[in-house]
């Protein structure tokens, strides 16, 4: 089609170019219709299409051009032809009169070339009889008749002669061979002498009419000299009178298209009758495959109270319509609901253009960002964590209390065979309870308050460590058969060397002393002593200092009352010390790194960092590779000391100060204590697999305690052989929870 | 048949019942079935019985009385209790009578210097007790303290009588946290107003921690002693020197006439098993020993042998065991919770209790079955109360509240009086129990 365009226009200008020429030289039409005679097809192109060439060519291209229909089109073009040459007279004026005529419009010397022409394009150019068109003639081969003549009878056929008649008809007549059978009319035409001649001469190749030159001399019809503009004097290209390659080829493409089904033909687009104003954009697929489109917010739909008759209880009171004018402008309501009687009686909205303004800006000024919304179950997130009561059994109730201290425990231990429990106070006492009873057995009484109270690992000898002030003292309980007594009595003995030779650095440091009161021993400090660990074996014990800067951490041996100072340099303010529980490791928490120092090879192993603001405790798992730091922040690490030096897990639980973590010895608990006055029991498997992980599971919070100065619970310590938990309270009350 | 004296009321449903007993005669009614409503409880049946006594019986003083249906207590209204257990009102039920149990008297009681640790009234005669100021004290009723035992340098655990046969006077067992059993021997003729000071004829030594139970076979030849260092040992309890048995007999101050003899024994055998602290045994039969310990099991054992025959595991620290109910087999226990727990062990192929009490509030710090009762309990615990318990019903038959601190020992004596020591230094005696 657009090929058709193209020519058309071409035409056009080419028309309008023609035009142009004539305007300006008439005199050539004239010289054209005397060379009329010369060159029969110049006479067609001058006033229809072509300027230069024969029409023939151009009506052929153009129809081809068109869907389908050849031949009606061509008949069409023919008929346009015939009555726009109708100025020259030479229109078939007597359609009636068949080829006879023709014949003699052909005789005719000045208008022969026309007939001539025709006769080229096709045969049905002669004149027609019948009028029933370029239909299959097998359509009437049953009927009577062969056609319709132009009034509209039936034209009937003939009778048909028999062979042996023609034959004999052939026979006879001796022009009988110049004779043609004209099926389309049904009738017998006898070619003339000078169809004759034309038809021999169109036989033998040559130009029909014998007075046609070929070689006629160029007339260059235009005048080039005064033309305005300049026309290319080039030839038509080659192309123009080749089919197009291209363009079949496309072609194929579209029939092939057309056969696969790819190019429908039938259906037309549906496009959308009606928009929907108020449906929602986002969800309709159209706009949601463009990326970047984000529909407009819709303004609110109008209520009930929008209404022109809403119920009553929409329409504020007038006491209401007062408060409103007392309101911040924009806190008032913009519309204030009333009653009409009717639709007419509406007035106009004044906000109307106000109310529009101010969507439009909300429309344009309003930046919409589309917000990537995680479509994610929260529960799914979570690990899956086994059952609280798979993991049974841990403390969850308290039964017993151990009442008698006037101020904050802030200590606590448990014998090892978990018969007996020591706590130290705020109140300067140390006591020893009955476990199982609640029984207090023993107060020993010092004039300041105790720090730290640690029994002896061993449960042969029951003595416990008591840390007061500057002062360390190691105390008989008194507990146990004679025999061990006895041991105990040797253990505690302590002679002051006759000699003070060697008084020089270790004394200054902590010196040993026989303490009759408290029947123990009592190791001076030179500062204040934190916390007192045992070694497992019973017989070394650490204390800290933390104010003692480079001899903060000692470690004393009770078997050979003899006190030594840590082989390594210390960083940082020492919070407290460790004793591995199987290898020769100790641990040291400063305030904010724990370090594991091999005491053997005496070297610094590992360092571990806690990222926390102050350590405030450190407990080590018994099987010896992962340590949990309860710090000041309430922030709890679990270290896994051959994975990283980074903490594995971080509980965050406790809004308050941690103030002590412990392990149990035989079950996978390890608990915390806070100045919240809660403690948190967790259940903390560690698996002999490399492979697998610590497996944590928070269990329980254990509550009762009371707080007081702003100190909640002081200490915790699981009881060595049951799942029990002992917390310390600043309440002055110690709480055994049971499973 | 129509009473007077019952509250009717007309729009409740009737039950047709018949009351039977195996009381005696002054409290048995006709055994003639009667309709009354179905809304009565314990109390309503309860004033029926005493008027249908009381019409054969002018000058019969009422009593409150308790009822069983199917063997099992009534504890609520009748129409609930038939619907519970869906028994059917259709037909004539038959309730039984019985006394009820419930202590009617609480006699005055018996202030100690410290706590009561235990005590013991298996011997109607008189009562043993433990007391956390080392000294046990024998008592032949409230508040009369004939004797005091003393020699022990720590707190007394626990106390058991010794039924020796053929022996009089009366021989006493006690264990100690200072790791000694002692042996002590008294008459109980003895009527002074001061209480007699004695010391022990023979200290039992081999326990190297506190000594926390003791057990005497029902013979009386032995005594068995469980403690901390998770042992059972067995000792002989005669006082001869000839016997060839003990390995090391030593005269301590023979020759000091004011004092008396003391023996020094050794353990016959020693029953090793448990890994904690042994907290409670029973030797109820010549042969077998019970043991419950904090390793959370009971353990049965042979005596003879010394091997542990069967053992019965719980999930909580056990601070009390006894032995009897229905042929003396089944198994009581209480520990570091609020439930008392019965085993049968005759049940095979299973270890879950057959009864659980979870009416206390805290821990259970003793338990022991009445002698004669097939059904009869009494615990006690640290909640400070005593509880009276029967088989057929959950919930305790009565609570006895005079403690005002941790209850630790209980016990019956002259089986109709519930004994009780606890951490406020006393020892209560609620007697009028009317258990058979």
Request: aromatic fraction near 8%; charge should be negative; glycine fraction near 6%.
């Given at each position: 089609m657009k090929i058709k365009e193209e020519k058309k226009k071409r035409q056009s200008v080419r028309n309008s170019k023609s035009e142009e020429v004539q305007e300006e030289q008439p005199s050539i039409t004239e010289q054209n219709k005397l060379k009329q005679k010369q060159l029969p097809s110049h006479s067609d192109s001058d006033s229809d299409s072509d300027p230069d060439y024969g029409s023939p060519y151009v009506s052929d291209s153009e129809d081809f051009s068109e869907d389908g229909d050849f031949d009606g089109s061509l008949s069409d073009s023919e008929a346009g032809e015939s009555e726009s040459s109708g100025d020259e007279g030479v229109v078939n004026s007597d359609v009636d009169d068949g080829l006879h005529n023709d014949q003699e419009n052909q005789s005719n010397s000045s208008e022969s070339h026309q007939g001539v022409e025709e006769s080229d394009s096709s045969e049905d150019e002669v004149a027609p009889r019948n009028t029933v068109g370029d239909v299959p003639l097998v359509w009437y081969k049953d009927e009577e008749h062969i056609g319709y003549d132009l009034d509209g009878k039936k034209i009937k056929k003939r009778t048909r002669k028999d062979k042996v008649e023609s034959f004999l008809e052939s026979a006879d007549d001796a022009k009988n061979w110049l004779k043609v059978y004209d099926e389309y009319n049904d009738e017998e035409v006898e070619v003339t002498k000078k169809e004759l001649k034309l038809i021999t001469r169109l036989l033998k190749g040559k130009a029909p009419h014998s007075d046609f030159d070929p070689y006629a001399p160029y007339v260059d019809w235009f005048k080039w000299d005064d033309a305005k503009h300049p026309l290319s004097n080039a030839p038509e290209p080659k192309r123009r009178f080749i089919p197009s390659k291209w363009e079949s080829k496309k072609v194929v493409k579209l029939v092939r298209a057309i056969r696969m089904g790819l190019i429908k033909r039938d259906k037309p687009k549906e496009e959308q009758q009606f928009y929907h104003l108020w449906g929602d954009d986002s969800s309709s697929t159209e706009k949601a495959n463009h990326l970047s489109f984000i529909p407009a917010p819709k303004s609110k739909l109008p209520g009930h109270e929008e209404s022109y008759n809403p119920s009553l209880e929409y329409i504020p009171t007038q006491e209401e319509i007062n408060s409103y004018q007392l309101m911040f402008e924009e806190d008032r309501p913009k519309f204030i609901p009333r009653r009409y009687t009717s639709l007419r009686s509406i007035p106009a909205y004044d906000n109307a253009v106000k109310d529009v303004f101010e969507r439009c800006l909300d429309l344009y000024l309003c930046p919409r960002v589309r917000k990537k919304r995680i479509n994610i179950d929260p529960e799914s997130l979570k690990p899956k964590l086994p059952s609280r009561r798979d993991l049974k059994p841990y403390p969850v109730t308290c039964y017993l209390e151990y009442k008698g201290h006037t101020d904050a425990v802030v200590s606590i231990s448990i014998e090892a065979s978990g018969q007996w429990l020591a706590s130290g106070s705020l109140d300067g006492t140390v006591r020893i309870w009955e476990v199982e009873t609640g029984r207090c057995l023993r107060v020993w009484e010092f004039e300041e308050a105790v720090k730290f109270v640690a029994w002896?690992?061993?449960?042969?000898?029951p003595i416990v460590a008591v840390s007061v002030g500057q002062e360390v003292f190691i105390l008989n309980t008194g507990l146990g058969d004679e025999e061990e007594q006895k041991k105990i009595k040797e253990l505690l003995h302590y002679e002051t060397p006759v000699a003070p030779d060697d008084s020089g650095d270790k004394v200054s440091v902590a010196s040993w002393h026989q303490d009759d009161k408290h029947e123990g021993i009592r190791l001076r400090h030179f500062k204040t002593v934190s916390s007192v660990e045992w070694h497992r074996k019973g017989d070394y014990f650490s204390t800290v200092m933390p104010a003692g800067e480079s001899r903060a951490v000692l470690i004393h041996q009770l078997s050979k009352k003899h006190t030594q100072r840590i082989p390594f340099k210390l960083r940082g303010l020492p919070v407290s010390s460790l004793f591995h529980p199987t290898k020769k490791i100790f641990f040291i928490s400063t305030k904010k790194n724990v370090r594991a120092y091999d005491l053997q090879k005496q070297k610094l192993i590992k360092k571990l960092e806690t990222g926390l603001r102050e350590v405030s405790s450190i407990s080590v798992h018994p099987g010896g590779d992962n340590i949990i730091v309860g710090s000041r922040e309430g922030k709890l690490c679990w270290f896994d000391m051959d994975l990283s030096s980074k903490p594995y897990r971080i509980l965050k639980c406790h809004p308050k100060d941690i103030t002590n973590v412990a392990f149990h010895r035989s079950y996978p608990l390890f608990a915390s204590c806070s100045d919240d006055c809660t403690a948190y029991v967790f259940h903390g498997m560690v698996y002999s697999d490399l492979n697998q992980n610590p497996l944590i599971v928070p269990l329980e919070i254990l509550r009762g305690h009371t707080s007081s100065n702003g100190r909640g619970v002081m200490d915790c310590k699981f009881h060595p052989r049951q799942p029990w938990l002992f917390t310390a309270g600043a309440d002055s009350v110690i709480k055994l929870y049971c499973h | 048949m129509d009473i007077d004296g019952v509250n009717e009321e007309e729009n409740s449903r009737r039950v047709q019942v018949r009351f039977v007993t195996k009381l005696k005669p002054p409290m048995t009614v006709p055994p003639l079935p009667i309709a009354i409503p179905s809304n009565l409880t314990r109390l309503g049946l309860s004033t029926l019985v005493n008027n249908l006594i009381q019409n054969g019986n002018p000058d019969w003083n009422t009593q409150p009385f308790d009822f069983l249906i199917d063997g099992e207590l009534v504890r609520m209204s009748l129409d609930k209790f038939l619907l519970a257990k869906s028994i059917s009102a259709e037909k004539i039920l038959e309730i039984e009578y019985i006394k009820a149990v419930a202590p009617r008297k609480e006699e005055e009681p018996s202030l100690h210097d410290d706590w009561v640790s235990s005590v013991d009234g298996s011997d109607p005669r008189f009562i043993v007790t433990g007391c956390y100021d080392s000294l046990a004290r024998v008592w032949k009723a409230a508040g009369e303290c004939t004797h005091i035992l003393e020699g022990h340098s720590d707190v007394i655990a626990s106390v058991g009588v010794i039924n020796r046969k053929g022996v009089e006077g009366i021989t006493v067992a006690t264990a100690s946290k200072d790791c000694t059993l002692r042996l002590w021997k008294f008459d109980t003729e003895d009527s002074i107003n001061d209480p007699i000071r004695i010391r022990a004829f023979k200290i039992l030594r081999g326990h190297t921690k506190s000594v926390q139970c003791v057990a005497a076979q029902n013979t009386g030849d032995m005594v068995c002693s469980g403690s901390w260092d998770s042992m059972i040992k067995l000792w002989q309890t005669n006082d001869s020197q000839s016997d060839g048995d003990l390995v090391s007999i030593k005269k301590r101050k023979g020759n000091d006439q004011a004092d008396e003899s003391q023996l020094e024994g050794e353990a016959v055998s020693t029953l090793v098993g448990h890994t904690q602290c042994v907290s409670s045994v029973v030797w109820p039969q010549q042969e077998t020993i019970y043991s419950a310990s904090w390793d959370h099991s009971i353990r049965l054992w042979d005596a003879e042998t010394g091997k542990n025959s069967s053992d019965i595991f719980c999930t909580k620290v056990l601070n009390c065991l006894d032995v009897g109910g229905e042929s003396s087999a089944l198994i009581a226990a209480g520990g570091s919770d609020p439930i008392l727990r019965i085993w049968d062990p005759r049940k095979p192929g299973t270890s879950a209790p057959v009864f659980q009490f979870s009416s206390h509030a805290s821990w259970i710090s003793a338990c022991k079955w009445h002698d004669k009762s097939w059904f009869h309990l009494v615990s006690s615990s640290y909640d400070g109360k005593v509880m009276l318990w029967d088989l057929r019903t959950a919930w305790p038959l009565a609570v006895i509240e005079s403690h005002k601190d941790k209850v630790l020992c209980a016990d019956w004596w002259k089986g109709d009086s519930v004994i009780s020591g606890g951490a406020d230094s006393k020892l209560c005696i609620s007697s009028g129990i009317s258990v058979l």
């Amino acid at each position: 089609m657009k090929i058709k365009e193209e020519k058309k226009k071409r035409q056009s200008v080419r028309n309008s170019k023609s035009e142009e020429v004539q305007e300006e030289q008439p005199s050539i039409t004239e010289q054209n219709k005397l060379k009329q005679k010369q060159l029969p097809s110049h006479s067609d192109s001058d006033s229809d299409s072509d300027p230069d060439y024969g029409s023939p060519y151009v009506s052929d291209s153009e129809d081809f051009s068109e869907d389908g229909d050849f031949d009606g089109s061509l008949s069409d073009s023919e008929a346009g032809e015939s009555e726009s040459s109708g100025d020259e007279g030479v229109v078939n004026s007597d359609v009636d009169d068949g080829l006879h005529n023709d014949q003699e419009n052909q005789s005719n010397s000045s208008e022969s070339h026309q007939g001539v022409e025709e006769s080229d394009s096709s045969e049905d150019e002669v004149a027609p009889r019948n009028t029933v068109g370029d239909v299959p003639l097998v359509w009437y081969k049953d009927e009577e008749h062969i056609g319709y003549d132009l009034d509209g009878k039936k034209i009937k056929k003939r009778t048909r002669k028999d062979k042996v008649e023609s034959f004999l008809e052939s026979a006879d007549d001796a022009k009988n061979w110049l004779k043609v059978y004209d099926e389309y009319n049904d009738e017998e035409v006898e070619v003339t002498k000078k169809e004759l001649k034309l038809i021999t001469r169109l036989l033998k190749g040559k130009a029909p009419h014998s007075d046609f030159d070929p070689y006629a001399p160029y007339v260059d019809w235009f005048k080039w000299d005064d033309a305005k503009h300049p026309l290319s004097n080039a030839p038509e290209p080659k192309r123009r009178f080749i089919p197009s390659k291209w363009e079949s080829k496309k072609v194929v493409k579209l029939v092939r298209a057309i056969r696969m089904g790819l190019i429908k033909r039938d259906k037309p687009k549906e496009e959308q009758q009606f928009y929907h104003l108020w449906g929602d954009d986002s969800s309709s697929t159209e706009k949601a495959n463009h990326l970047s489109f984000i529909p407009a917010p819709k303004s609110k739909l109008p209520g009930h109270e929008e209404s022109y008759n809403p119920s009553l209880e929409y329409i504020p009171t007038q006491e209401e319509i007062n408060s409103y004018q007392l309101m911040f402008e924009e806190d008032r309501p913009k519309f204030i609901p009333r009653r009409y009687t009717s639709l007419r009686s509406i007035p106009a909205y004044d906000n109307a253009v106000k109310d529009v303004f101010e969507r439009c800006l909300d429309l344009y000024l309003c930046p919409r960002v589309r917000k990537k919304r995680i479509n994610i179950d929260p529960e799914s997130l979570k690990p899956k964590l086994p059952s609280r009561r798979d993991l049974k059994p841990y403390p969850v109730t308290c039964y017993l209390e151990y009442k008698g201290h006037t101020d904050a425990v802030v200590s606590i231990s448990i014998e090892a065979s978990g018969q007996w429990l020591a706590s130290g106070s705020l109140d300067g006492t140390v006591r020893i309870w009955e476990v199982e009873t609640g029984r207090c057995l023993r107060v020993w009484e010092f004039e300041e308050a105790v720090k730290f109270v640690a029994w002896n690992p061993l449960r042969e000898i029951p003595i416990v460590a008591v840390s007061v002030g500057q002062e360390v003292f190691i105390l008989n309980t008194g507990l146990g058969d004679e025999e061990e007594q006895k041991k105990i009595k040797e253990l505690l003995h302590y002679e002051t060397p006759v000699a003070p030779d060697d008084s020089g650095d270790k004394v200054s440091v902590a010196s040993w002393h026989q303490d009759d009161k408290h029947e123990g021993i009592r190791l001076r400090h030179f500062k204040t002593v934190s916390s007192v660990e045992w070694h497992r074996k019973g017989d070394y014990f650490s204390t800290v200092m933390p104010a003692g800067e480079s001899r903060a951490v000692l470690i004393h041996q009770l078997s050979k009352k003899h006190t030594q100072r840590i082989p390594f340099k210390l960083r940082g303010l020492p919070v407290s010390s460790l004793f591995h529980p199987t290898k020769k490791i100790f641990f040291i928490s400063t305030k904010k790194n724990v370090r594991a120092y091999d005491l053997q090879k005496q070297k610094l192993i590992k360092k571990l960092e806690t990222g926390l603001r102050e350590v405030s405790s450190i407990s080590v798992h018994p099987g010896g590779d992962n340590i949990i730091v309860g710090s000041r922040e309430g922030k709890l690490c679990w270290f896994d000391m051959d994975l990283s030096s980074k903490p594995y897990r971080i509980l965050k639980c406790h809004p308050k100060d941690i103030t002590n973590v412990a392990f149990h010895r035989s079950y996978p608990l390890f608990a915390s204590c806070s100045d919240d006055c809660t403690a948190y029991v967790f259940h903390g498997m560690v698996y002999s697999d490399l492979n697998q992980n610590p497996l944590i599971v928070p269990l329980e919070i254990l509550r009762g305690h009371t707080s007081s100065n702003g100190r909640g619970v002081m200490d915790c310590k699981f009881h060595p052989r049951q799942p029990w938990l002992f917390t310390a309270g600043a309440d002055s009350v110690i709480k055994l929870y049971c499973h | 048949m129509d009473i007077d004296g019952v509250n009717e009321e007309e729009n409740s449903r009737r039950v047709q019942v018949r009351f039977v007993t195996k009381l005696k005669p002054p409290m048995t009614v006709p055994p003639l079935p009667i309709a009354i409503p179905s809304n009565l409880t314990r109390l309503g049946l309860s004033t029926l019985v005493n008027n249908l006594i009381q019409n054969g019986n002018p000058d019969w003083n009422t009593q409150p009385f308790d009822f069983l249906i199917d063997g099992e207590l009534v504890r609520m209204s009748l129409d609930k209790f038939l619907l519970a257990k869906s028994i059917s009102a259709e037909k004539i039920l038959e309730i039984e009578y019985i006394k009820a149990v419930a202590p009617r008297k609480e006699e005055e009681p018996s202030l100690h210097d410290d706590w009561v640790s235990s005590v013991d009234g298996s011997d109607p005669r008189f009562i043993v007790t433990g007391c956390y100021d080392s000294l046990a004290r024998v008592w032949k009723a409230a508040g009369e303290c004939t004797h005091i035992l003393e020699g022990h340098s720590d707190v007394i655990a626990s106390v058991g009588v010794i039924n020796r046969k053929g022996v009089e006077g009366i021989t006493v067992a006690t264990a100690s946290k200072d790791c000694t059993l002692r042996l002590w021997k008294f008459d109980t003729e003895d009527s002074i107003n001061d209480p007699i000071r004695i010391r022990a004829f023979k200290i039992l030594r081999g326990h190297t921690k506190s000594v926390q139970c003791v057990a005497a076979q029902n013979t009386g030849d032995m005594v068995c002693s469980g403690s901390w260092d998770s042992m059972i040992k067995l000792w002989q309890t005669n006082d001869s020197q000839s016997d060839g048995d003990l390995v090391s007999i030593k005269k301590r101050k023979g020759n000091d006439q004011a004092d008396e003899s003391q023996l020094e024994g050794e353990a016959v055998s020693t029953l090793v098993g448990h890994t904690q602290c042994v907290s409670s045994v029973v030797w109820p039969q010549q042969e077998t020993i019970y043991s419950a310990s904090w390793d959370h099991s009971i353990r049965l054992w042979d005596a003879e042998t010394g091997k542990n025959s069967s053992d019965i595991f719980c999930t909580k620290v056990l601070n009390c065991l006894d032995v009897g109910g229905e042929s003396s087999a089944l198994i009581a226990a209480g520990g570091s919770d609020p439930i008392l727990r019965i085993w049968d062990p005759r049940k095979p192929g299973t270890s879950a209790p057959v009864f659980q009490f979870s009416s206390h509030a805290s821990w259970i710090s003793a338990c022991k079955w009445h002698d004669k009762s097939w059904f009869h309990l009494v615990s006690s615990s640290y909640d400070g109360k005593v509880m009276l318990w029967d088989l057929r019903t959950a919930w305790p038959l009565a609570v006895i509240e005079s403690h005002k601190d941790k209850v630790l020992c209980a016990d019956w004596w002259k089986g109709d009086s519930v004994i009780s020591g606890g951490a406020d230094s006393k020892l209560c005696i609620s007697s009028g129990i009317s258990v058979l």
